[in-house]
């Protein structure tokens, strides 16, 4: 006979926070966030950057815990609960979910075979006598001043190429010249997918169980690399000027739309706002757990990380740029070309290089593999609790979680053939992208505190807190988060551009077809239920519309009430006796 399994809680309070910051806190502190900042005017940055945190950021972070917490359910049902007809929000954020988790692995795929080759006494992309080097290849031992690359090579009829660029694009991703040109699999990459895989599986295989101890590791563990990485690089020759970089403020930027842009999706990548997993960790809550104070404490550890990884990695930006002879902004990039490029170049010239090297990818590591299986144990959650009659039976969780690794391993083999960085390109672009995510915060909110209602959940969280929270948050949920979420979506649509690889290489259309493809499935899942829901709910319009309104209580309420009606029962039969 199968035995159904009742829904699990942490072990204790310091699972929850470890969770949320193992998954909140990821590769975008690291190497999104510094270069932001430095390109939207250092420390004038921070303006655009706290408005949209206060104004938005926060509040969402939340509210998401909030709901997961009061009505102890995962990213889909938990809209149900709170607005019926709201539930295609619920769907769509588990679909931008599952599209991140086929993705963002990648990175961790890439991390894993960098570290591999770190374990070398001398790096292998800081030499050009590799047999994937060509014959314009240079670093940073050349006898041939920077200056005079183009002439040197060009006599030669070749074209100079940095070791560091070759290694990334030649032998780690053997990159094709488009995405119509597929060219097999990267055999070595598809091993690290494999093993990372295999580790985010055993990570929450067990449940919160395991999630929440893995979460100890990668939540605090890369904290000591960072801290390392920081005191080595601001005692290199150079690193002020790349912190001075990094936080030089230039107001003047600060009236550009695209700042506030940057600085708004920033936030919501950053704080991974919209993917339904927060609610599923705070569903793992105690009903009465204080998450005020222990949200706070995580949201004043994720912007300070990134704040402080700007330090960390100017500081060997900095490095670099003085020894090459050129300004800063010159080997500054963002995103896996900081990582796997300027970073390990500038890793590659210090004394005992190796080290630093094995550092920094198991700090990338860490920090990506946290991210990576908190964020499929919410689609996991969001899934089981949808359908709890056949998935809370027996083992089949677990079956269900593997299922879900070789199927998301077996897409994420696309990404792995020499055509895949054009894969994972257009996934990241499009699929779990900034307008995905700005849609269904704003849906969030507004069906929270406009249909559901701002003052009828500050009563709600009174009861799980034995206090109200602060009239700050009802305030963002109804008005600021709304606006702000708004105003980023309709300005970066309007001055959105298709994709490009490098800046140089464009997609065929049928690509960014795909591309708003994935898009628009996550955010047409919303529209779509509505028309689903007044379709199939039996009754006239205003029948429909009163039964698709109905908020539900919290299960921990329910259960309350039953037992206080027959406690009360028991009472008024012993009077009668």
């Known amino acids: 006979m199968m035995i159904y399994r009742e829904r ?11 969770s949320s910051m193992a ?18 005017g250092g420390g004038a940055f921070f303006i655009p950057y706290f408005v949209c945190l206060f104004g938005a950021g926060i509040p969402i972070y939340f509210l998401e815990v909030a709901i997961g917490q009061y009505w102890q359910n995962g990213g889909i049902t938990v809209w149900h609960l709170i607005q019926p007809i709201m539930k295609g929000i619920g769907y769509g954020t588990t679909v931008i979910c599952f599209y ?48 005079n690359l183009t002439d040197y090579f060009g006599e030669k009829n070749v074209t100079p190429v940095d070791s560091v660029v070759e290694f990334w694009e030649r032998k780690i991703l053997q990159i094709s010249d488009g995405i119509e040109h597929v060219d097999g699999i990267q055999p070595e990459l598809a091993i690290t997918l494999a093993v990372s895989w295999a580790i985010s599986f055993f990570c929450i295989w067990r449940g919160i169980k395991s999630t929440g101890k893995s979460a100890y ?10 801290v390392v990485l920081f005191f080595r690089g601001i005692t290199l020759p150079g690193a002020g000027q790349g912190i001075l970089f990094y936080m030089k403020p230039d107001f003047s930027k600060v009236a550009r739309v695209q700042v506030w842009i940057d600085a708004g999706t920033q936030i919501f990548f950053s704080y991974a706002i919209a993917l339904g997993t927060m609610s599923a960790l705070g569903s793992y809550n105690d009903f009465n757990n204080n998450f005020y104070h222990q949200i706070i404490f995580v949201c004043f550890m994720n912007s300070g990380t990134s704040i402080f990884a700007g330090f960390a990695i100017f500081s060997v930006l900095g490095y670099m740029a003085f020894q090459q002879g050129v300004p800063v902004d010159a080997v500054a990039e963002k995103g896996p070309g900081l990582a796997f490029i300027a970073y390990p170049k500038g890793v590659s010239t210090m004394p005992g290089a190796p080290f630093w090297a094995v550092s920094f990818f198991l700090m990338i590591i860490l920090l990506g593999l946290g991210s990576q299986f908190v964020s499929v144990e919410g689609f996991i959650t969001a899934v089981v609790d949808h359908f709890p009659q056949y998935l809370r039976v027996g083992n089949r969780r ?30 990241d672009f499009y699929g779990a992208s900034g307008i995905c995510l700005l849609t269904m915060s704003f849906f969030e909110c507004i069906t929270l505190a406009w249909f559901y209602g701002s003052e009828r959940f500050a009563d709600n969280t009174k009861e799980m807190l034995g206090h109200r929270l602060p009239q700050y948050f009802f305030c963002a949920w109804k008005y600021t ?22 800046s140089t290489y464009e997609y065929p259309s049928w690509a960014i077809t795909f591309g ?7 955010v047409a899942a919303i529209p779509i239920y ?38 009360n029962q028991t009472i008024s039969k012993q009077e009668d006796y």
Request: aromatic share 22%.
């Open 516 to 522: 708003w493809f994935l898009a628009l499935s996550s």
């Open 23 to 40: 998954f909140s806190i990821g590769l975008g502190n690291v190497w999104r966030f510094p270069y932001l900042c430095f390109k939207n």
């Open 217 to 226: 590791v990668t939540a605090i563990f890369p904290y000591f690399m960072l």
């Open 398 to 427: 677990e079956y269900f979680i593997l299922a879900v690794s070789v199927v998301s391993y077996l897409l994420g083999l696309s990404m792995v053939t020499r055509g895949g960085m054009y894969v994972f390109q257009l996934f």
């Open 8 to 18: 699990e809680t942490w072990s204790n309070k310091f699972e929850f926070i470890f």
């Open 100 to 147: 991140l988790n086929i993705y963002y692995i990648v990175i961790l795929a890439w991390a894993f075979l960098y570290l591999y080759y770190s374990f070398s006494k001398t790096l292998p992309w800081a030499t050009c006598n590799n047999p994937w080097n060509t014959p314009g290849c240079f670093n940073s031992t050349s006898m041939i001043p920077l200056n």
């Open 481 to 502: 988060a709304p606006l702000i979420t708004f105003f980023i979506l309709a300005t970066s649509l309007i001055v959105m551009e298709p994709v490009k690889y490098n």
């Open 530 to 567: 509505w028309f689903y829901a007044f379709i199939f709910t039996p009754g006239s319009l205003r029948e429909k519309w009163k039964i698709l309104t109905l908020a539900s209580s919290s299960p921990h309420y329910e259960k309350n009430r039953q037992s206080i009606e027959n406690s």
